[in-house]
């Protein structure tokens, strides 16, 4: 499995930016996708992870706190890829964004451990 993400960038406060991660591999549909972010001297922390029910044809979300009502995740399982909407950005969010795969099919896992393949991350830069 391989995971490329792209569309970071510098934006000003209060900007828009939509990351993208294209997996390689077939199961990409099988599994929850996650996206993680580590800020200059911290700890890589969950943003927000994505499951999919093939019977359903729907996923379930879930978003991290400090990001909640600014970020959306999503994806195309026909193209294999996740995406990352973030609106309302702010100065704290620069980051360098991984997305990552999970080898559970719904378990949206929130810790680095529940997601055995990453990208090689995008860094996001929000000016003042």
């Known amino acids: 499995v391989q995971l490329q993400a792209s569309g970071g960038g510098l934006v000003q406060a209060g900007g828009s930016l939509r990351l993208s991660c294209a997996a390689s591999?077939?199961?990409?549909?099988?599994?929850?996708m996650g996206w993680f972010r580590q800020a200059p001297g911290k700890g890589r922390e969950f943003v927000a992870g994505?499951?999919?029910?093939?019977?359903?044809?729907?996923?379930?979300?879930y978003v991290g706190d400090s990001v909640k009502g600014r970020f959306t995740i999503s994806r195309d399982n026909a193209q294999n890829t996740v995406y990352l909407q973030m609106n309302s950005l702010k100065p704290e969010d620069t980051a360098v964004y991984y997305c990552?795969?999970?080898?559970?099919?719904?378990?949206?896992?929130?810790?680095?451990?529940?997601?055995?393949?990453w990208g090689q991350g995008t860094q996001v830069t929000v000016s003042s």
């Open positions: 990552a795969l999970s080898r559970s099919r719904s378990y949206v896992g929130l810790n680095i451990g529940d997601y055995p393949y």
């Open positions: 994505i499951s999919w029910n093939i019977s359903w044809n729907s996923g379930r979300t």
């Open positions: 591999g077939s199961t990409f549909s099988s599994y929850v």
